[in-house]
């Protein structure tokens, strides 16, 4: 039987904090800022590829994707890219595209891919009888041309083993799915206690070219 309460946490502002304050789970987190100017012209000088998202909202609606390349920017959003010679044509753009929501800027994770198609995976955590218990871990591969991974955009879902698998390598399936379940449970416990109410979560988790993991958003009603 689910928990009577579920509690709904939409802002992604508040829980990035929250995961903050615990050192080891931090280490998982991309930087991230609240969207303004200044802030997105330090963090494209910074890393180069930045990905902007609504503070509330899912399903990948919204998700921009920006590039700095040069004196240039790129701006994708869904299946349209833009390309801007100036910063000033830049924020013009993404002031269009994002419709006057507040937005939060993420370091732009080069995740591993399969055939050129960005994967993912989302972990969901429910509680049951007072206790979590692990529902799913599934790879969640992009559709071809798009960056994100989200079903409801036409991604595509593998066992998670098949998805490290595939773009790393046989040897990682086993540490790094334990590292999620690790992950996982310190994030779960440290969200509960702050937000009580809690009855699922859906962690989505990225894995990049080297191996690393991190937490690129925690859904309090997954799909």
């Not at 591969?141 to 083993?161: H, K």
Request: charged residues 25%; glycine residues 10%.
């Amino acid at each position: 039987m689910m928990a009577s309460i579920n509690r709904q946490l939409a802002n992604k502002w508040l829980k990035t904090n929250a995961l903050l304050s615990n050192s080891y789970i931090a280490r998982h987190i991309p930087p991230s800022r609240l969207l303004d100017r200044t802030n997105l012209r330090d963090m494209l000088s910074r890393y180069g590829v930045v990905v902007v998202k609504p503070v509330r909202g899912g399903g990948g609606i919204g998700v921009i994707k920006i590039e700095k390349s040069g004196s240039s920017y790129r701006l994708t959003h869904q299946f349209r890219s833009r390309t801007f010679s100036t910063f000033s044509g830049l924020m013009h753009g993404l002031d269009r595209a994002r419709l006057n929501r507040q937005y939060l800027i993420q370091k732009g994770i080069r995740l591993a891919t399969i055939e050129g198609r960005p994967i993912d995976y989302r972990v969901k955590h429910v509680k049951e009888r007072g206790r979590w218990i692990y529902r799913a871990m599934v790879g969640r591969l992009a559709r071809r041309g798009l960056f994100v991974t989200n079903l409801c955009r036409g991604g595509s879902q593998i066992t998670a083993a098949q998805g490290i698998r595939r773009s790393l390598s046989s040897r990682d399936v086993v540490p790094l799915k334990r590292e999620m379940r690790h992950l996982t449970n310190a994030s779960t416990a440290l969200l509960e206690r702050r937000f009580p109410g809690l009855g699922q979560l859906g962690y989505d988790y990225g894995i990049d070219r080297n191996g690393h993991i991190w937490i690129l958003e925690v859904n309090t009603r997954p799909q």
